[in-house]
């Protein structure tokens, strides 16, 4: 626990450098000079002060750094990555007719938008549901639990929980190529791998250090992540979950099962609308009404929507190699279908409340 508590004030450090060297105009060689320095001191007096320091000056002279022109053009495994990302989402197009269950299906997928009209657009904006088209921890988090689910039977002994992690995490991080390696999914999916590996290496998984330490390689690659919209919509809304849920979720002590999830769907709502609504009315002027109703119908429909997507994939598949299996797979197939429909109209009817 003490050294989840360490990382966290290690991000907050680098954050902290962040945002002085916005503010400061000295060179960035004189930021990196000192903390070399600081990290000598450190390394001779063990003293955790030094090293902070040392990430505060780190912080500072990456945002200077950052200032210098970026190379021009995406990086080869960025090009990689859309390439396979739109092959991908050909391959979707060929599992539905053309229309708005198959739009919704990519975006929700994949997140390709391109399909979605303007009519089916406004209409996720007004119900408060467009967060869900576009790809964010929400679809990660289901894949993981899905994930964790399905290799539960390996067991629980040290071999199985390595194989089980490793699996994970390569399933998730080539999730994350197949959807171009979008920014909020990359996101997403390193702060598992650090929730992951926090677990293997020390017993001990910790959200808090996960989402800390995230954040704290994320700033010492990229050190213009913090003024990005989406990081701090990313960070600010798992950072409530962490600390807002448990208080909101003991609001309601019920023996009814029911009852229970639905105020528990409804308190992590609650918790991400309390930070992130209001940076999105910040931003954008702009606040979901009816974002509790939209909590209780959309969220669930997506949730069979993205699971029978996988089931649609996995047994499309299998069809292709085993035409034997042609007749399973149109089944699945038309229950994503019927899903999609069902998710669209729900989405209608609340916008146009």
């Known amino acids: 626990m003490r050294q989840g508590r360490y990382i966290v004030w290690c991000a907050l450090a680098v954050l902290a450098g962040n945002v002085l060297g916005d503010r400061l105009t000295l060179s960035p060689l004189l930021y990196l000079v000192l903390s070399l320095v600081f990290a000598f001191i ?25 200032r210098m022109p970026p190379q021009s053009g995406p990086s080869a495994l960025a090009l990689r990555a859309a390439a396979v990302k739109a092959s991908f989402s050909a391959w979707l197009g060929g599992l539905l007719p053309p229309g708005d269950e198959l739009s919704v299906l990519q975006a929700l997928s994949i997140g390709d938008k391109g399909g979605l009209t303007r009519d089916l657009r406004n209409a996720y904006r007004e119900s408060g549901a467009m967060h869900l088209l576009a790809l964010s921890g929400l679809h990660v988090g289901l894949v993981y639990a899905l994930l964790g689910w399905l290799l539960r039977p390996l067991g629980g002994h040290r071999v199985a929980r390595w194989a089980r992690s490793l699996l994970i995490l390569g399933f998730l991080w080539a999730y994350a190529l197949i959807t171009g390696l979008s920014a909020s999914i990359s996101r997403a999916v390193l702060m598992i791998t650090f929730y992951e590996l926090s677990g293997l290496l020390s017993g001990d998984r910790d959200a808090l250090s996960a989402l800390f330490g995230s954040a704290l390689l994320l700033m010492l690659f990229r050190p ?95 069809a292709a190699l085993l035409p034997v299996l042609s007749p399973v797979s149109s089944v699945v197939t038309n229950a994503l279908n019927w899903l999609l429909q069902l998710l669209n109209n729900v989405i209608r009817i609340i916008a146009d409340l």
């Open 224 to 318: 213009e992540s913090p003024r990005d919209i989406g990081f701090q919509l990313s960070y600010t809304a798992v950072l409530s979950i962490l600390l807002l849920h448990p208080w909101l979720k003991g609001l309601m002590q019920t023996r009814s099962r029911l009852l229970s999830r639905v105020w528990e769907l409804l308190s992590v709502s609650i918790s991400c609308q309390a930070t992130c609504g209001v940076l999105a009315w910040l931003y954008f002027g702009t606040f979901p009404r009816y974002f509790l109703l939209t909590t209780l119908l959309a969220i669930p429909l997506t949730t069979l929507v993205l699971y029978a997507t996988t089931a649609t994939v996995a047994t499309a598949g299998l």
């Open 42 to 66: 450190a390394s001779c007096r063990p003293r955790n002060a030094w090293l902070l320091a040392c990430l505060l000056m780190l912080g500072a002279a990456s945002v200077q750094l950052g």
